[in-house]
């Protein structure tokens, strides 16, 4: 089968007690059947260990993919994470012995259309690091690898996949064409997203690759909002949306509260929060043209595109996807404005990475949190195609 990924994958690795954060808190970890079956089998104390930090999930645990978990400590830590954030699991029975979501972590894997698809997650600091590092553009690898997908695909969803994937590399080369400003980019995305869609809604996914650059620009040409530029008032508008969407969510760590309480602080106000809003975005946007860092948000862009867009190959929906891979943007444009504020208009790389993992273990690692998310995509007047052209401008 075919194997993809983006470059800088291959050269990722672990740093393990010297990461300044670690994968094993925050969350719920799942133990896979075989690991579960193995541990039932480990003898001597440690294995007594095992077992008695071993629960069961109830059945309604609807965000668990397994029947079995770990009994997480304070903070959500793993039971078997010790001070310096090392895996004792990992040093008494090996690496051999961790269950699949250890193994895997921080990687997301997608497997369609006889491909297997590789992301490694912003969630942790050294992939961070890996994404954000050059100014280049970012490149894929793909390549043959002997082994086969253990599941049979039908003619019907091998083109529907073949589809997915021509519209997602065509959604790349968008985000990434710098002949174009990055909003007009973003609203060029958008546009497209809307013209797959409405392939798959006719069932016609044979369609989109037929789709062609003047589709997608006619389109945006023809929406109320087609400037590249809004008011300060939309965009406060639209921020003040994205704040209570986020609000509600499920809080996974300590540092996404204090994010939002920050952006609260400082732009959540009755008299002069739209003001202050718009002075602090203006700033933040000059701060990074002078800088020559706008390429960070094509990556982060890119990023998302590359590991979300696909997902649509089970439910059909291309554009709830294009318009995530956005919100996330704008999201993490709203924090990195906040923190650019706080810190007294001084924004640094490790500032990039920290903002990126903050909203990354918020989202990405909570299945009840990006379900949430997407069903306010879907829903939510905030989040239609016209708000999301709104909400993107450069602000004059």
Known sequence: MILRYPSYYEDFHCIAGACEDTCCAG???????????YYQSVDGVFGQRLRENIQEYEEENEGAYERHGFILKEKGRC????????????????????????????????EYGGAREVAVSASCPEAGRLIYRSSEKTTFVEKEIE???DFEESREEKNLARAICQARDEALRILQNRELSLYRRILLFLAYGEEVQECLNTNAPEK???????????????????????????????FL??????????????????????????FVTPEKGAQEYHKALKEWQTFMEKEEREYEYEHL?????????????????FL???????????????MDVVWFEKQGHRYTKEDRVRMAR?????????????????EEILFEEAYTTDSLHGSVGKVE
């Not at 903050?358 to 997407?374: C, G, P, R, T």
């Open 27 to 37: 969350w719920e970890i799942d133990i896979d059947d075989e690991s579960y079956q």
């Open 79 to 110: 039971p078997f994470l010790d001070e310096e954030n090392l895996c004792e699991l990992y040093q008494e029975l090996g690496e051999e012995a961790l269950c699949d979501v250890c193994t895997d972590t921080p990687r997301n894997y997608l």
């Open 147 to 149: 082994e086969e997908l």
């Open 208 to 238: 989109i690759e037929k789709l062609r650059p003047e589709d997608y620009c006619r389109r945006l040409k023809q929406r109320h909002r087609m400037s590249e530029m809004t008011c300060a008032e939309g965009l406060y508008e639209m």
């Open 241 to 266: 949306h994205r704040m209570r969407s986020f609000s509600e969510m499920v809080s996974i760590r300590e540092d996404w509260e204090e994010m939002l309480c920050l952006l609260q602080e400082y």
């Open 301 to 317: 862009l890119v990023y998302y595109a590359f590991m979300c867009l696909p997902r649509c190959v089970d439910d059909f929906d």
């Open 320 to 334: 709830r996807q294009v318009k995530f891979t956005v919100v996330s943007f704008l999201m993490l444009r709203d």
């Open 358 to 374: 903050i909203y990354a273990k918020e989202v990405e690692h909570s299945q009840e949190n990006m379900d949430f998310l997407m």
